[in-house]
């Protein structure tokens, strides 16, 4: 059986490149690879520390490149998730894609330098060799690749089309949240570009309780605490009893205000989960609302998205599940995948 490697900084977690990376492994597994995983921190199947987002203390370069290459050398294939997109850890990218040339590879892009103004200036990823597929997870994306020369493939996130219903009562009986209680859910890590304050503000609007699901990262600890502090409504801040289908059973609203996503998760579960979302204007956003025709509410419009909280239409829910069946499931997400590796002639 022919092995891939999926390697990245950290796998096996929540945030979104980890997720998708799972559901990668899982469509790999299926078409005959053995899949094993190969980061710098998580739950992974081969650990290579100087991978990490704050490799400490950081590896030496010669050294990388060598722990590297031992860790992908019996790999048929190299999915390389975001890695060598992100300049977040510029030895590790080196490494790879050193370890990687001349093989076959599909390096997955979820956040290239050039659409975080902090990291524009770095002009030094993506890495390019003829041997290589490049996947991107938008089309924004893809055309930005093409404008710099690099073909590039959409495929998009897949989710499961059938998800389990969630606990709403055992789970809003956890966070101590009354049956009439408006419950605003924000699923994500708490980062500036997730846009906390608009969240809150959403939910003080709404007359209803925040509920914040995951950690501060990035040094955002000390604001968070500040702005949780001096909210106008209720706040929760943990993590849900159950999994994510609990979190979207017990919430009466998705708030996702975010400032930039390179796809965004939450939208789309909130469509399968027959939830109303309140969503940003982030461009790729707009390219799913343009392409797909998603019916999503103005974190700024809180009279609509309260109109319809008295007066559900579950014809709107009906057709935003429906969209997001047809355009983001996991078995289309399988097909877009075999269909690029059949035509690398890479598949078992």
Same mark, same amino acid.
């Given at each position: ?285 707009? !390219? ?6 998603? *019916?999503? +509410?103005?974190?700024?419009?809180? &009279? /609509?998205?309260? #109109?319809? %909280? ?7 829910? !009906? ?6 069946? *047809?355009? +983001?499931?996991?078995?289309?997400? &399988? /097909?877009?995948? #075999?269909? %690029? ?8």
């Amino acid at each position: 059986m022919p092995t891939c490697a999926i390697v990245s900084f950290r796998l096996g977690g929540s945030d979104g490149v980890s997720i998708v990376a799972a559901s990668w492994a899982t469509a790999l597994h299926s078409f005959g690879f053995d899949v094993v995983t190969v980061a710098g921190d998580g739950p992974v199947d081969r650990v290579v520390r100087g991978l990490a987002l704050h490799a400490d203390p950081p590896t030496s370069q010669d050294r990388l490149d060598e722990e590297v290459r031992v860790a992908l050398a019996d790999a048929d294939l190299v999915v390389v998730e975001n890695l060598c997109t992100i300049p977040l850890n510029l030895p590790a990218a080196r490494s790879v894609a050193r370890a990687l040339h001349a093989r076959p590879g599909v390096l997955h892009h979820h956040d290239p330098a050039w659409q975080r103004a902090h990291l524009a200036h770095v002009n030094e990823l993506p890495p390019v060799d003829p041997n290589w597929r490049h996947v991107t997870i938008n089309e924004l994306t893809r055309r930005d690749f093409a404008a710099r020369g690099i073909d590039a493939t959409v495929i998009y996130t897949g989710f499961d089309p059938n998800p389990r219903i969630g606990d709403r009562a055992k789970t809003r009986e956890f966070l101590d949240v009354d049956a009439g209680e408006r419950l605003i859910v924000h699923p994500v890590r708490a980062i500036p570009r997730k846009n906390v304050p608009a969240a809150i503000r959403l939910a003080e609007q709404l007359g209803g309780t925040y509920w914040l699901v995951g950690p501060a990262e990035d040094g955002y600890d000390q604001e968070l605490e500040l702005l949780l502090d001096v909210a106008h409504c209720r706040v929760i801040h943990a993590a849900p009893p159950g999994d994510m289908t609990d979190v979207y059973a017990a919430a009466d609203v998705v708030a996702f205000p975010s400032t930039w996503e390179g796809f965004g998760n939450p939208p789309i579960e909130a469509a399968l989960h027959r939830r109303p979302a309140a969503v940003g204007d982030y461009p790729v956003a707009e !390219e799913l609302r343009s392409a797909f025709g998603f *019916e999503w +509410f103005d974190p700024d419009d809180v &009279t /609509a998205l309260d #109109r319809f %909280l008295r007066q559900p239409d579950d014809a709107l829910l !009906e057709r935003n599940r429906e969209r997001a069946v *047809e355009h +983001f499931s996991t078995e289309r997400m &399988t /097909a877009d995948l #075999r269909a %690029l590796l059949d035509d690398a002639g890479w598949l078992p």
